[in-house]
């Protein structure tokens, strides 16, 4: 015969464990900081049997299921008067694992050196002095008094046909008997190489709404290029 007491600790421990499975569910809690004032973050969280959200602020997610969660991103625009400030985060995409665990996720967005500002690049140098690609700041832009540039990129240049900027954030440029790409979040800096070089004679350099490059050929002027996106971010010979 089982003794009543006994009973009840068996119930008691059933119930316990039941209470301890219950709370041990996934948690997120997700931080999102440097948004600029009157924008909203681009943020869309994908899961686990066709889990997806859009998330727009800070916020603490519970109940999760356990698998891989992954965030996307999409460049935040602000526009101005004269030239836009873009925003990014520097991982457009992120990934963090649940299980039945409680996980911390931080997005910080800040402003693109490349932003706000004209950029331009000079075909020749004056004497004695070397090519140099220069960005000028949006509230130096209304006068019309010798401007010192923001940026200079010292990098070694030849000469600057054309300047272009992708969807990421980079600056591709034209340079005699080179397409150059210089990575979006060195373009604060001075002295930049760039990250990507390909052997073409270009100019007018141009991107589509699907990221591949297009070109005027510097040589035949009748003739028109276009090099794929997939084929675009790595140095080499003609693409």
């Given at each position: 015969?089982?003794?009543?007491?006994?009973?009840?600790?068996?119930?008691?421990a059933?119930?316990?464990?039941?209470?301890?499975?219950?709370?041990?569910?996934?948690?997120?809690?997700?931080?999102?900081?440097?948004?600029?004032?009157?924008?909203?973050?681009?943020?869309?969280?994908?899961?686990?049997?066709?889990?997806?959200?859009?998330?727009?602020r800070?916020?603490?997610?519970?109940?999760?299921?356990?698998?891989?969660?992954?965030?996307?991103?999409?460049?935040?625009?602000?526009?101005e008067?004269?030239?836009?400030?873009?925003?990014?985060?520097?991982?457009?995409?992120?990934?963090?694992?649940?299980?039945?665990?409680?996980?911390?996720?931080?997005?910080?967005?800040?402003?693109?050196?490349g932003?706000?500002?004209?950029?331009?690049?000079?075909?020749?140098?004056?004497?004695?002095?070397?090519?140099?690609?220069?960005?000028?700041?949006?509230?130096n832009?209304?006068?019309?008094?010798?401007?010192?540039?923001?940026v200079?990129?010292?990098?070694?240049?030849?000469?600057?046909?054309?300047?272009?900027?992708?969807?990421?954030?980079?600056?591709?440029t034209a340079?005699?008997?080179?397409?150059?790409?210089?990575?979006?979040?060195?373009?604060?800096?001075?002295?930049?190489?760039?990250?990507?070089?390909?052997?073409?004679?270009?100019?007018?350099?141009?991107?589509?709404?699907?990221?591949?490059?297009w070109f005027?050929?510097?040589?035949?002027?009748?003739?028109?290029?276009?090099?794929?996106?997939?084929?675009?971010?790595?140095?080499?010979?003609?693409?």
């Open positions: 015969m089982i003794r009543p007491s006994l009973i009840f600790f068996l119930l008691f059933a119930c316990c464990s039941a209470l301890i499975a219950q709370s041990q569910v996934g948690v997120l809690n997700i931080t999102i900081s440097g948004v600029p004032a009157g924008q909203s973050p681009l943020l869309k969280m994908t899961g686990p049997k066709g889990f997806s959200r859009d998330i727009v800070s916020e603490k997610l519970t109940n999760l299921e356990d698998g891989v969660y992954e965030f996307t991103s999409d460049i935040i625009v602000q526009r008067p004269s030239v836009s400030k873009t925003f990014r985060l520097t991982n457009l995409t992120s990934k963090v694992t649940i299980k039945r665990d409680t996980q911390t996720v931080n997005f910080v967005y800040r402003q693109m050196p932003s706000d500002k004209i950029w331009l690049g000079n075909q020749t140098a004056p004497a004695n002095q070397n090519l140099q690609i220069l960005a000028f700041s949006d509230e832009l209304g006068s019309s008094s010798t401007t010192t540039p923001s200079r990129l010292t990098s070694k240049v030849t000469s600057i046909w054309s300047l272009a900027f992708d969807a990421l954030g980079n600056l591709w340079d005699a008997g080179n397409i150059k790409m210089y990575p979006w979040n060195k373009l604060g800096d001075t002295n930049v190489l760039a990250s990507v070089t390909l052997t073409h004679e270009a100019a007018s350099l141009a991107f589509d709404k699907d990221g591949n490059l005027s050929d510097g040589k035949k002027a009748s003739k028109i290029n276009r090099i794929p996106k997939s084929r675009l971010y790595q140095s080499g010979g003609s693409k």
